[in-house]
């Protein structure tokens, strides 16, 4: 007979995960963290009431909303706003992604094998949708998102949406939300135009649907955890505190304050590899340190501290001066200056992928306990997760807000930086200054070369903008053939020759691909703050016009606000 209170608190574990899965960007930052300070929170709190496993023999009264404690109370309604407060950070995820998309999440309820809603951001998404609903089964029955028109699938569409009033340009992406190699639900992603939807956002779905499964595997380690009610809090707060889009040395503090309450050690030692090389370097250090300093470098080969990578497994010794045939710790010869005994050493992995490593070790030769490596487990397998999302969060966010073309800011992104240097200008009573650039007679290279060869004319130009400027001024494609510069804490008269450097570089330049050769000349247009307006659209539109007088008088020039 089916335990529903079991279904119950295995299906809220499943919705947990999914929602926290998802990396963001700018605006929902707390997103990844939150995943495990979920699960920790979920977990520790079903073991605390009942003593149960994951697998679930008994079940945690307060979570199914039985029990009158005020405890029970308490926690429930913390759980409640935690998860609906997340629920809230994935949609804004989405939204930052693409704001043309409405979003809607479904999990499968078991007890009447329907699909039900658990959050939308649109009325077009309907409660629930029944398990055999063609359109949905085509959404779980494939790996990849399912792409589908309205104009394609009439049919189909009206039984999952409705009979309304369609347009025809409506399209959805349908990604399949796995559990346990099982249908867990799907998530849907709906737009008014096929036009909205770009490749990239396919990929990133695909990419979180892949690592699903393996967030979920993580419950099984969690049942490991020590059963000391300080801990769970502590570790708890831990995550909950970090962001996706904190430093580094933001998470090595927390992991340190951590193993300090709980961990017994004379030095704890937290290393990184440097990529392509034989060696690591030494990231944080807590107790013991006239043997080495953070930023030191040191061989993989033939050291105590390169075992975790070089055997990718962990170190545990008493007395590792007989164990491993090592010439040092860090360096060759350091063995007898710093002597060290015991260590436990854990390499910080992710997909099979050695991310770094913690070791922590005693002067003395005392054997670390049991409860001592699960912790170090659990803390060196979060890293990793931590670390693996901070990374992808970095790649899909400047992918985000680059263009793909030529690499340089988006519109959008521009815009947004702008106005923070503005602002900065304003705070530090700088000024600065605004290039609209337009490539001249561009249209005549499409017409008679094809977009291909206008879109490397495109490229080359970007690289000759990116070369002229300084790593603190901002670049970007403001749109077609037009790019837009802002040049820190300068004015016009510096920054005329900047301009005319770059309309020079690109009047000399020879355009060769495929046996075409072209020349091509730029316009360029520049207003300055706080001279010319205090306002970002003034500046921008000075600039423009500025521009456009150049072209008036046949290009290839520059021409600032006031000088016309």
Not at 21 to 40: D, E, N, R
Not at 85 to 90: A, Q, Y
Not at 286 to 292: K, L, Q, R
Not at 544 to 558: F, I, P, R, S, T
Request: hydrophobic share 40%; proline share 2%; net charge neutral.
């Amino acid at each position: 007979m089916i335990n529903l209170k079991h279904l119950a608190i295995t299906t809220l574990l499943v919705l947990s995960f999914i929602f926290f899965i998802f990396p963001t960007p700018p605006g929902a930052i707390f997103i990844l963290l939150k995943i495990f300070v979920f699960i920790f929170i979920l977990v520790f709190f079903y073991k605390y009431n009942n003593g149960s496993s994951i697998n679930g023999t008994k079940v945690s009264a307060a979570l199914q909303g039985t029990g009158n404690s005020p405890d029970n109370s308490n926690v429930k309604n913390e759980l409640r706003e935690n998860y609906d407060s997340l629920l809230e950070l994935v949609f804004k995820m989405i939204l930052a992604m693409n704001p043309d998309y409405k979003c809607a999440a479904y999990m499968l309820n078991p007890n009447v094998n329907n699909f039900v809603l658990q959050k939308s951001t649109s009325n077009d998404f309907p409660e629930q949708i029944i398990r055999d609903n063609l359109l949905i089964d085509k959404i779980i029955n494939q790996d990849s998102p399912f792409l589908m028109q309205q104009n394609e699938e009439k049919d189909l569409w009206t039984d999952l949406f409705g009979d309304k009033s369609w347009r025809g340009s409506e399209c959805m992406i349908g990604i399949r939300l796995n559990y346990n190699d099982q249908v867990g639900g799907c998530l849907l992603l709906m737009t008014d135009h096929f036009k909205s939807i770009n490749e990239r956002d396919k990929n990133i779905l695909s990419y979180l649907g892949k690592h699903l499964s393996m967030g979920i595997r993580k419950l099984q380690r969690i049942e490991k955890l020590l059963g000391d009610k300080d801990y769970r809090i502590r570790i708890s707060e831990l995550f909950n505190q970090i962001s996706i889009a904190s430093k580094e040395d933001e998470l090595f503090d927390g992991v340190k304050d951590l193993c300090r309450s709980y961990l017994r050690y004379d030095k704890l030692t937290i290393t990184f590899p440097i990529r392509n090389s034989s060696t690591a370097k030494i990231k944080m250090i807590d107790g013991f340190s006239e043997d080495s300093k953070l930023g030191d470098t040191f061989d993989i080969d033939n050291t105590l501290h390169g075992l975790p990578y070089k055997l990718g497994e962990r170190i545990n010794s008493t007395n590792w001066v007989e164990k491993y045939l090592v010439k040092g710790r860090f360096i060759q010869g350091d063995i007898e200056k710093y002597n060290f005994n015991s260590i436990l050493s854990i390499p910080i992995k992710y997909d099979n992928n050695i991310l770094g490593a913690i070791s922590i070790e005693r002067l003395n030769k005392s054997s670390f306990l049991d409860k001592d490596i699960q912790f170090l487990e659990l803390l060196t397998d979060t890293m990793g997760s931590i670390l693996t999302w901070k990374y992808e969060y970095t790649k899909m966010y400047n992918n985000a807000i680059h263009d793909g073309l030529t690499d340089l800011l988006n519109h959008k992104a521009y815009k947004e930086r702008l106005s923070e240097e503005l602002s900065r200008a304003k705070r530090f009573k700088q000024s600065l200054v605004l290039l609209i650039l337009d490539l001249d007679k561009f249209k005549r290279i499409n017409d008679s070369y094809g977009h291909l060869y206008g879109d490397f004319v495109l490229s080359e130009v970007s690289k000759i903008l990116k070369d002229s400027i300084r790593n603190i001024d901002i670049c970007a494609r403001y749109g077609g053939e037009e790019f837009a510069i802002v040049l820190v804490n300068t004015d016009v008269k510096n920054a005329r020759p900047v301009a005319e450097r770059i309309i020079e570089s690109i009047s000399d330049f020879n355009f060769i691909k495929d046996g075409i050769k072209e020349r091509m000349t730029i316009s360029a247009g520049m207003s300055q703050y706080p001279k010319n307006s205090l306002e970002m659209k003034e500046l921008i539109a000075h600039a423009d016009l500025a521009m456009y007088e150049v072209k008036k008088n046949g290009g290839n020039a520059v021409i600032a606000h006031e000088d016309y």
